[in-house]
């Protein structure tokens, strides 16, 4: 009976009756998990371009960090270290391609994973021969540590409407930008320009509104302060209202910028479509985003809950490799080549795509995403052989998001992380502790048995 | 239904000859001794039995086999083999008899990847997808639009082609071999496994392409309707040797060729 308490009734109430502290450990779990995910999003990298599961990403992982570190005990800066180090993983990528893959094209994957497994021991013994055995330590100067705002003179109040508004910014560009891309489907689809035609009603409404909201704050409450002081309740609402109308206000801007900048563009190039304003889009987005999360970190950390400047760090880096790898596979030349070599590789070389080439690029990505890893674990845990067993750690999350998803290397990452630090806290006295070794792989297991191809992976149907 | 006369094509320059292509994997020999020629603005037809050597010798055109003997010379340039990265980029684009596409990318996506060789932005732009790889993306995609116009598949366009009924996904391979610009065209049974209407389409599409773009076609076929109608000269293969080579006409009447398909009287 006690035991049925521990574990169905016990962790629930623990976290019902203290939310800040369950609220810390979630985002300790999310960060953390964002350190798996960045080794997961290794894995995927080459098996959705080649269709090969790399035994050897984890000692790929252990390698850059072992060079990275020995390159600054030689004395040279973090920066210049982290470039050598790119290019090694660069120049090791050539050699693999050169030695191992060039003799597998067309071969079963069992094959090439056999050869990665042979990769896997060189590695290990080649870094370790160059750079040493023992353990190292690797400081990229970012203290491992709750993060804090001692200083900051900005009142709270204006901290959370900074956030609410920048929010909305991105809630309102992605909106926008969505609208946009489907008009531009729809246009194109039936053979018009995109970028003309109505809409313009919407938006002057959206854009009335917005002002309107963001005048009232200098009729109603001229006089309310923001900075150094105590706002009132009153001044907070008004100050959230123009806030919000000035997130209208710029999304409507933005959002007729850049479809008049793409109806120039197609009227440039003759272009059916009209594609053309991602990277307006994507560094808009990419601001209010970064407003909205540094907002949400500061006003986190001043109502009480401890996040770790480290890991903060992390999930900073995982965020913007993800993004890039994103766009990269999906909209470009040589993702599509990437896509093309994992799906056919005969199918690829007649149409003129070079596979050595192609491998070349997925391996040095793959090594690039390594030492993003490497940097992150081994300034976290140390630099040491156990480095390249986080690759065990990877596995699950694989499972859990599928083989072939980046965001499913994420999110799967996100929820092991989670779930792991959860299960650990909260039903250590009903299970016996050490919950976070073993929590993973059950999990990992459940999703095996209910959902082979993971969250978003492509599921395999087999025609008979 | 042919385009040329004969007297048009005797007089025509050769694109592609294969000169005394011997091909052998271990003690099995797939091709023996074959010379032929192909020339430019023509529907050549290679056909045989099964087993005959047809995949094997556009393998060889096409740079997946590499023969032991013979020479071939494309474009007045003489190779004693092709790789197939320099096979494509020098204008030969072909399809599979299985169809081999890109199964989980889009129709779109497929298409865009027979652009690959025309795309030249470097790996830096590519990866920030900003300035000149966005712009060339786009005039990519014009043309790739006017393919998907040409073939009649403008529905399908974002469409995973894994989920496409046969027919259309040959149709999709067509269209990524046409998004190379090839000046030589090698189709391996287009039409195989297809119903009445859609070898007719398949048929009107690769006579169009021949006409429309001026793109010399070899194809392997083995509806002899569908190649005694639509090519200009026909190969014959039969156990890896040449045994006939000429017109249409020429080739129905020639009595290797009946003895090879039918078997010899009893």
């Not at chain 2, 389409?201 to 194809?219: C, E, K, Q």
Request: charged residues 15%; contains cysteine.
């Amino acid at each position: 009976m006690d035991f049925l308490y521990k574990f169905l009734v016990g962790p629930w109430i623990e976290m019902l009756s203290s939310p800040v502290f369950f609220g810390e450990v979630v985002i300790g779990g999310l960060l953390s998990g964002v350190m798996y995910s960045l080794v997961a999003l290794g894995f995927v990298l080459i098996f959705k371009a080649s269709g090969v599961f790399n035994f050897a990403q984890g000692v790929m992982v252990l390698f850059a960090a072992l060079t990275l570190v020995g390159l600054m005990e030689k004395g040279i800066p973090l920066l210049v270290a982290i470039a050598l180090t790119a290019v090694v993983m660069l120049l090791l990528a050539i050699v693999i391609e050169r030695v191992i893959l060039r003799y597998m094209v067309n071969q079963e994957p069992i094959i090439l994973f056999m050869a990665t497994i042979g990769l896997t021991f060189f590695l290990e013994g080649f870094g370790e021969t160059l750079w040493g055995s023992d353990v190292k330590r690797l400081d990229i100067g970012i203290a491992d540590s709750a993060l804090s705002f001692p200083g900051l003179a900005i009142a709270n109040s204006y901290v959370i409407w900074t956030f609410v508004g920048a929010v909305t910014l991105c809630l309102l560009l992605l909106f926008a930008w969505r609208v946009h891309a489907i008009r531009a489907a729809y246009a194109l689809d039936s053979g018009t320009l995109a970028g003309s035609g109505n809409g313009s009603k919407t938006g002057l409404i959206l854009a009335a509104f917005g002002l309107a909201m963001l005048l009232q704050r200098f009729l109603v409450a001229p006089d309310a302060t923001f900075i150094g002081g105590r706002a009132s309740r009153t001044a907070e609402f008004v100050a959230s209202l123009s806030f919000i109308g000035l997130a209208l206000l710029f999304a409507v801007l933005f959002f007729y910028a850049a479809r008049w900048i793409g109806a120039w563009r197609a009227r440039q190039t003759g272009a059916v479509d009209v594609p053309p304003m991602h990277y307006v889009w994507f560094i808009l987005l990419g601001l209010a985003g970064l407003l909205a999360v540094s907002a949400g970190v500061v006003w986190a950390v001043r109502s009480g809950i401890l996040i770790n400047g480290f890991e903060l760090f992390a999930a900073a880096t995982a965020a913007t490799l993800v993004i890039v790898l994103g766009v990269f596979f999906q909209k470009t030349r040589i993702g599509r080549a990437l896509r093309a070599v994992a799906d056919d590789h005969a199918a690829a070389l007649s149409v003129g795509i070079s596979l050595r080439t192609i491998w070349v690029i997925v391996w040095a990505t793959a090594g690039i995403v390594a030492l993003a890893a490497g940097i992150i674990w081994g300034g976290k845990s140390g630099v040491q052989f156990s480095l390249s067993l986080i690759a065990l750690k990877a596995l699950p999350v694989l499972i859990l998001g599928g083989f072939t998803s980046v965001p499913g290397a994420i999110v799967g990452g996100l929820i092991i992380g989670v779930g792991e630090k959860v299960a650990e806290v909260y039903w250590s006295p009903a299970l016996g502790g050490a919950i976070e070794n073993w929590f993973a792989y059950i999990l990992a297991l459940v999703f095996l048995l209910f959902r082979p191809q993971g969250l978003f992976g492509e599921k395999i149907i087999e025609r008979v | 239904m042919r385009a040329r006369s004969d007297a048009e094509i005797a007089a025509g320059q050769v694109l592609l000859a294969v000169e005394g292509i011997s091909l052998s994997f271990g003690g099995i020999k797939a091709l023996t001794e074959v010379s032929f020629d192909i020339k430019k603005g023509e529907i050549r037809a290679i056909i045989g039995p099964n087993g005959a050597g047809k995949t094997s010798m556009l393998n060889v055109v096409n740079g997946f086999y590499k023969p032991q003997h013979g020479r071939i010379m494309f474009k007045g340039l003489s190779h004693a083999a092709m790789e197939p990265h320099e096979a494509a980029s020098s204008g030969i684009a072909r399809t599979f008899q299985n169809v081999a596409l890109f199964k989980s990318m889009t129709t779109l996506d497929n298409i865009m990847a027979g652009r690959n060789l025309k795309m030249h932005r470097g790996l830096f732009w590519q990866i920030l997808r900003v300035g000149p790889a966005a712009q060339e993306e786009v005039e990519h995609r014009r043309k790739a639009e006017e393919i998907i116009d040409f073939l009649e598949i403008p529905h399908i366009r974002r469409i995973p082609v894994g989920r496409l009924p046969y027919g259309l996904q040959k149709r999709v391979e067509l269209g990524r071999a046409l998004a190379m610009e090839p000046d030589l065209l090698l189709l391996e049974e287009p039409m195989a496994g297809m119903n009445l209407e859609e070898k007719e389409d398949m048929s009107r599409f690769v006579i169009d392409v021949n006409n429309h773009f001026g793109t010399t076609i070899a194809l392997i076929e083995h509806d002899m309707g569908v190649v005694m109608d639509i090519s200009d000269r026909v190969v014959v293969l039969d156990y890896g040797r040449k045994i006939a080579d000429g017109t249409p006409d020429d080739v129905r009447g020639n009595a290797e060729v009946i003895k090879a398909y039918l078997g010899v009287g009893h």
